[in-house]
C-alpha cells in the first residue's frame, strides 16, 4: 500500500509539473507575440489584466514606466486611464439614484445649479440620462474644463456649446457632459468628487487609485508620452498629473469639480481595473461587496444611443473588437495614453488593456481602438481565454 501511494502521489505530482511547464511555455509564446505588437506599433509601455469566471486568470506589464529614466513599468503603477473614468461617475450616479436621491430623468439644470437648456430648443428638457448617454445636445467645441463655457449667466456665447439637433434626438461624444454629472455628484451627495467615489466606489473594491493627484504616491504614475505625428516621435506630456494644490484650496462644491476631471481623471492600474471590471461583469457586485443593484448595472450598459456599438450610460457595445464577440466596456485616450476595458457578459471573461504610448493607427474603417489595444486584445483572448 505504501509503495501505490508513492506512486499517486509521484504521478500527481508529475503531472502537476507537466500542467505547469505547459502553460508557462503558452503563456512564453503569448508574451513573444505581445512583445512584437510593441514593436510594430512603437508602444512605450504595456500593462494587461485578463480575467475569467470572476477571477484574474493572468497580469503582465511589458517595456517602459519611464524612459528617461530607463524604469520598467509593472503591474502596481498607476495611469491616467482617460474616458473609462466615465464609468466611475456613473456607477455613481446610480448609487445617488438607488438612494432616491434624484431619478434618471430629472431636469440636468435642477441638478447642477445652472440653466442647461439648447437655446435652438427651449422647451426641451435635457435630462440626467441624456447627459449620461451623450444625447444631450451639448458639444466639446469651447472646451471642458470649466463650467462658465456652457453657464448662460458666465458665458454670452454659450449657445456654442450645443448642436444644432434637438436634445434625446441625436449622439455627441462629449466630454463636458461628466464633467457636469461630477458636480451633480456633488450636490446631491454633499461629498467632494474624488473623495465621493474613492469613499463608495474603491474603498469597498479594495482598489488604490483616485482623482486627486495630491492624494496618491507620485512614485506609481505612469509617465505618458504623446505621439507627435510630424515628428514622428513620442513625446512625455507631464500636464495628465498636475498637481491642483492652489485649486482645491478655494474649492467650490459643485462648480470647481471639473479640476479633478470626472470624464477622464481616474488614475489605477490595470490590475485594480479589472477588479473594479468583475464587479460589473457581476451585475454590480464583487467579492461579496455590492456597489450598485443589478438594475442599475443593467441601465448602465443598456445601449441609448446606437453609436459607437451601442452606447449606454458610460458603458457602450463592441461586436468587431474580437471577431465573434459581443463586448461591453468602454476605451479611453488622453496624453498620449490608450485604455480598453471590455467584457463578455455571457461568457464572464475580461480583458484589460493599457499603455503609456504608442504610434496613433487604427485599422482600415475602425477609429475608435488604436491598433496596439486591438492587436492585444485578441491576442490575450486567443491565447487565454478562446478554447
Avoid at 490608450?338 to 503609456?356: C, D, E, L
Amino acid at each position: 500500500m505504501t509503495g501505490i501511494r508513492f506512486y499517486k502521489c509521484f504521478l500527481i505530482a508529475f503531472l502537476a509539473v507537466c500542467t505547469l511547464s505547459s502553460v508557462s511555455a503558452q503563456n512564453k509564446k503569448m508574451e513573444d507575440e505581445l512583445q512584437q505588437i510593441m514593436q510594430s506599433t512603437s508602444a512605450v509601455g504595456l500593462s494587461v489584466a485578463v480575467v475569467k469566471d470572476d477571477h484574474i486568470i493572468y497580469t503582465h506589464s511589458f517595456g517602459s514606466k519611464d524612459q528617461e529614466s530607463n524604469t520598467p513599468l509593472n503591474d502596481s503603477d498607476i495611469f491616467r486611464i482617460a474616458s473609462i473614468s466615465k464609468s466611475f461617475s456613473a456607477t455613481s450616479i446610480m448609487q445617488l439614484r438607488e438612494a432616491g436621491k434624484l431619478s434618471l430623468d430629472d431636469d440636468f439644470s435642477k441638478l447642477v445649479g445652472f440653466k442647461v437648456r439648447n437655446p435652438a430648443w427651449p422647451n426641451t428638457v435635457i435630462t440626467l440620462r441624456m447627459v449620461m448617454s451623450h444625447t444631450s445636445s451639448i458639444n466639446d467645441s469651447q472646451g471642458y474644463f470649466s463650467y462658465d463655457v456652457i453657464n448662460p449667466d458666465k458665458n454670452p456665447n454659450y449657445a456654442k456649446c450645443y448642436n444644432s439637433y434637438e436634445p434625446g434626438k441625436g449622439y455627441a461624444y462629449c466630454n463636458l457632459n461628466y464633467n457636469m454629472v461630477g458636480a451633480v455628484i456633488e450636490r446631491i451627495s454633499g461629498e467632494r468628487f474624488d473623495g465621493y467615489v474613492k469613499h463608495h466606489v474603491l474603498d469597498p473594491l479594495g482598489l488604490y487609485g483616485g482623482y486627486c493627484v495630491d492624494s496618491l504616491n507620485s512614485k506609481r504614475f505612469v509617465t505618458l508620452y504623446d505621439y507627435d505625428s510630424v515628428a514622428k516621435k513620442l513625446k512625455a506630456d507631464p500636464s495628465a498629473y498636475k498637481q491642483r494644490s492652489e485649486v482645491i484650496q478655494n474649492y467650490v462644491i459643485g462648480y470647481s469639480t471639473p479640476v479633478f476631471s470626472p470624464t477622464g481623471g481616474m488614475k489605477i492600474s490595470a490590475t485594480d481595473l479589472a477588479k473594479y471590471m468583475i464587479m460589473h461583469m457581476n451585475y454590480g457586485k464583487a467579492n461579496g461587496v455590492r456597489i450598485i443593484s443589478k438594475k442599475s448595472e443593467k441601465l448602465m450598459r443598456a445601449k441609448v444611443s446606437d453609436n459607437e456599438g451601442g452606447y449606454g450610460l458610460a458603458l457602450r457595445g463592441s461586436d468587431d473588437l474580437i471577431p465573434g464577440e459581443k463586448m461591453v466596456g468602454h476605451t479611453g485616450s488622453a496624453y498620449g495614453l490608450y485604455s480598453a476595458m471590455f467584457f463578455q457578459p455571457k461568457k464572464k471573461f475580461g480583458i484589460v488593456v493599457i499603455t503609456n504610448g504608442c504610434i496613433t493607427n487604427y485599422l482600415p474603417g475602425s477609429t475608435d481602438i488604436v491598433v496596439v489595444l486591438r492587436e492585444t486584445v485578441n491576442c490575450l483572448y486567443n491565447n487565454l481565454i478562446k478554447e
